[in-house]
């Protein structure tokens, strides 16, 4: 069982996700809402298809939790992007600079789960990283955070992006979209 190894590992799961058409990305037993769930709402059909997916894309999460739940596990997920899906009239993403609101496409989840027995030997690093919940993050800091965790000494990692490392710079401009800042953006927003 790859689970049990006693060496230090790492696994990266490319999840299939949430990508239109919604539709195709759950299988049928997972078909739990549908239009008239969202009766009022335009759309309706295409919503309940990406209610569906999310459904099973936290049901696959729950089955990777449940493969590591009884080892010395620290889990990372997160997505590549955001998604609108009508909330402002419009689905889909890639328009986040034109869109009313940016957030639906960039915000993108990001969850670090900790197995007990992570937690009951990585004290230090599990109180590090609830530390860490609000801090201003970008996915591209993971493999910092990921370097950090492991105790990986190398040229490429730096303190500055690893945000449960004390030299995290948490005043870094988060540019995304080639060079779009996005806290002086939100703050226009908010």
């Given at each position: 069982?790859?689970?049990?190894?006693?060496?230090?590992?790492?696994?990266?799961?490319?999840?299939?996700?949430?990508?239109?058409?919604?539709?195709?990305?759950?299988?049928?037993?997972?078909?739990?809402?549908?239009?008239?769930?969202?009766?009022?709402?335009?759309?309706?059909?295409?919503?309940?298809?990406?209610?569906?997916?999310?459904?099973?894309?936290?049901?696959?999460?729950?089955?990777?939790?449940?493969?590591?739940?009884?080892?010395d596990a620290l889990l990372v997920y997160f997505s590549d992007h955001g998604e609108e899906v009508?909330?402002?009239?419009?689905?889909?993403?890639?328009?986040?600079?034109?869109?009313?609101?940016?957030?639906?496409?960039?915000?993108?989840?990001?969850?670090?789960?900790?197995?007990?027995?992570?937690?009951?030997?990585?004290?230090?690093?599990?109180?590090?990283?609830?530390?860490?919940?609000?801090?201003?993050?970008?996915?591209?800091?993971?493999?910092?955070?990921?370097?950090?965790?492991?105790?990986?000494?190398?040229?490429?990692?730096?303190?500055?992006?690893?945000?449960?490392?004390?030299?995290?710079?948490?005043?870094?401009?988060?540019?995304?979209?080639?060079?779009?800042d996005y806290d002086k953006h939100l703050e226009k927003l908010l």
């Amino acid at each position: 069982d790859m689970c049990r190894l006693s060496n230090p590992a790492l696994y990266v799961f490319h999840l299939w996700g949430q990508h239109y058409r919604y539709a195709n990305r759950y299988p049928e037993s997972f078909h739990r809402f549908d239009e008239h769930d969202y009766r009022g709402i335009e759309h309706g059909d295409i919503v309940a298809h990406y209610d569906n997916a999310n459904l099973y894309n936290d049901h696959v999460l729950n089955e990777i939790i449940t493969k590591f739940e009884t080892d010395d596990a620290l889990l990372v997920y997160f997505s590549d992007h955001g998604e609108e899906v009508y909330e402002q009239g419009f689905m889909g993403h890639g328009t986040s600079m034109t869109s009313m609101d940016f957030r639906y496409q960039l915000r993108v989840p990001m969850i670090i789960w900790m197995s007990n027995q992570f937690v009951q030997r990585r004290g230090d690093i599990a109180e590090k990283i609830q530390r860490s919940v609000n801090k201003p993050l970008m996915t591209s800091d993971v493999g910092h955070f990921l370097l950090d965790v492991a105790g990986i000494n190398t040229d490429v990692f730096d303190a500055t992006r690893s945000f449960i490392h004390p030299k995290f710079d948490s005043s870094r401009p988060r540019l995304v979209m080639g060079g779009w800042d996005y806290d002086k953006h939100l703050e226009k927003l908010l």
